[in-house]
């Protein structure tokens, strides 16, 4: 039975006005549930909940067994260095240094080695030796998902992460994500506008009317 790595009760938050309120949400090992929704619904805000970024007003995240809210900073930061993944639209990669110092940075941090295999898979292994600066938005996009990966996290939260690619390397960086939960008991949330993107994962949300509803199937 696939263990329960994700579990959330009783979700609300707003900010000038309620963004959405009483959601519940479980996510076990190997799975990869979509989030899809109109700008302005929460999509983005709950993805920060589940990854420990943002308290909501009312009800309980659990990650791997622990009450997030019950933990100290020290034990927060731990989590989110060792066991959780965030890929954001934006890089937040180091301009100044090497597309690998950039991986390496992330590795020692979680007591981890580089993956040569996932470096051939996202097409960025000849790249290592050049800075930031030098390469595509596209190429980019793909180092802080190898920076990520590299941690090997047992949750993947990911904002939008292929809202800047063309739709080849999009599908790409996606089969990279879900071959790599399959392979590490991990687990997936992801958050796009990209039904084409969602239709790969094999649970799909949308966040609407201040509700988180399950869908039997993209249309």
């Given amino acids: ?4 790595l994700l579990n959330a009760s009783n979700i609300a938050h707003s900010f000038d006005y309620q963004l959405f309120s009483n959601i519940d949400f479980d996510l076990k090992e190997k799975e990869s549930i979509a989030i899809v929704g109109r700008s302005g619904s929460g999509k983005s805000t709950l993805l920060h909940i589940f990854s420990t970024f943002i308290k909501p007003d009312e009800g309980r995240v659990t990650l791997f067994d622990q009450n997030i809210y ?4 020290t034990k927060i930061e731990d989590l989110r260095r060792h066991e959780l993944g965030i890929i954001f639209q934006a890089h937040y990669l180091f301009k100044g240094m090497s597309t690998l110092m950039n991986i390496e940075i992330a590795t020692l941090l979680s007591n981890e080695t580089i993956d040569n295999n996932l470096l051939e898979r996202l097409e960025i292994k000849e790249l290592m030796q050049q800075k930031i600066g030098e390469l595509s938005g596209g190429q980019q996009q793909r180092v802080s998902i190898a920076r990520v ?5 047992k949750i993947i939260f990911a904002d939008e992460p292929t809202g800047n690619l063309d739709k080849e390397t999009a599908k790409l960086v996606m089969d990279v994500l879900l071959e790599y939960i399959e392979k590490e008991n991990a687990a997936l949330v992801l ?6 993107m969602a239709r790969l994962c094999n649970k799909h949300f949308s966040l ?3 509700e988180l509803k399950e869908l039997k199937e993209l249309v």
Avoid: A, F, I
């Fill in 208 to 210: 609407e009317q201040k």
């Fill in 70 to 73: 019950n933990l100290s900073e």
């Fill in 149 to 153: 990966l590299s941690k090997r996290p």
């Fill in 191 to 196: 958050v796009t506008h990209d039904e084409e």
């Fill in 1 to 4: 039975m696939s263990k329960t």
